[in-house]
């Protein structure tokens, strides 16, 4: 075999494991798999559309629609890995951002604080509806399918109920930074700097897997595997910064930037992976959803987790709910309608098993990307709103099947 040659195959196989390690690591190479779909999807796309796919401008407004998408499945995975499901997300969007609006219209109107109060009170809000969900599911041991359909119905009318079904518009501007456009974004300057820092932080943390590894007597610390790694999420960071900056605000030459949602999609999705990843409660999560019977026999108590995952699945409902009323510029009742296709599609499709205890926060982005992608090129193609849904409900379908296909094959 030539050099060249080999050092092909040897890169072929390097990154199925820069795509793991990337994703919570173990054998699962569905990731890479989600990757390549990913890009042929948007070459198809782009394709279709004449270059209009991949402008500036449509991909400014994909980093939008997937971040609220995006937020929620990261709570949805842990749900899912503990073997239960939340219908009634999309209704906690709807409810919780009628909810702030009313803080900010009626019962605080003109405060400059109403924009904060409100944004706190749809975050309580969202821990409230999952700490009744979860205690009904977990203490009072009703299905999680029947509790949170029974709150997807409950909440979507309550949000009619609060405010007669009438749309509360428009919001205080600082809350509207939060949703991203003109205002809720960094500029170009501020999202090369945050870039830079992302990769200040990757050559930190190397530095210290170094020292660690060094210590313990490691003879070779790094591995060309960990620097191509830190080279490939530095190049990610940049890569991300140049796209969002090549969006210029209408009738200038000033970037756009980075948008705060996005900026709170990557710290959601940092938070939860360390905690899915390297924290007690992420290891008795996966513990549940591995095998109930055996996590209860360690000592982990199985009811408090599911509690408290259906907990921290409301705060990040409501927080995806402040980012998509605020983006809105409106508190809508009907805001959030089908969203829960779109998160658990997201999860599933992302490589979260629907058997429990096997799923990464990672994959939960890259499936969402996968969605909203789809839908923004059937939008501009010109296909209609109904057969959008249907394509996504197929590709739902299609995604738990070889779910199942492959947990069928995988090697015990």
Known sequence: MTPVLQTALNSTRLLPRLL?????????????????????????????????????RNLFNLSLQVSVVAIMASGMILVIVTRHIDLSVGSQVGFLGVLGGLVQSTWLPGSMHAW???SLVMLAGGMVI?????????????????????????????????????????????????GGGQNGVLGGPLSWTA???????????????????????????????????????????????????????????????????????IAVTALMTVLARRHRFGRHVFAVGGDPQSARLTGINTQHVVLKVFVLMGFLSGLAS??????????????????????IAAAVIGGTSLAGGAGTILGGCVGALIMQSLQSAMVLLG???????????GVLVLAVWIDTMWRERRPS
Request: with cysteine.
């Open 322 to 343: 402040i980012v998509l009323t605020a983006r809105l510029n409106a508190a809508a009742s009907g805001a959030g309608t089908m969203m829960e296709l779109y998160v």
């Open 130 to 178: 999952g700490l009744i969900q979860g205690a009904l599911v977990a203490y009072a041991r009703i299905p999680s399918f029947v509790v949170t359909l029974g709150g997807l119905l409950f909440l979507r009318n309550a949000a009619y109920e609060l405010n007669d079904g009438t749309t509360i518009a428009p919001l205080s501007d600082t809350f509207q930074v939060l």
């Open 195 to 265: 870039a830079g820092a992302v990769a200040a932080y990757i050559a930190f943390s190397l530095m210290r897997k170094y020292q660690r590894k060094k210590k313990l007597g490691i003879q070779n610390p790094l591995q060309a595997f960990d620097l191509i790694s830190a080279a490939l999420w530095c190049l990610c960071a940049f890569g991300l910064a140049a796209v969002m900056n090549s969006y210029k605000r209408p009738g200038t030459d000033e970037a756009m930037g980075l948008a705060f949602p996005v900026l709170i999609l």
């Open 116 to 118: 904060w109060l409100a």
């Open 20 to 56: 793991q390690a990337a994703g919570g690591g173990g054998r699962d190479t569905r990731l890479l798999a989600m990757v390549i779909v990913l890009a042929l999807i948007w070459l198809c796309a782009n394709a279709l559309t004449g270059g209009v796919f991949l402008s500036p």
């Open 383 to 393: 296909i209609a709103s109904p057969l959008q849904s249907m394509v996504l409900a």
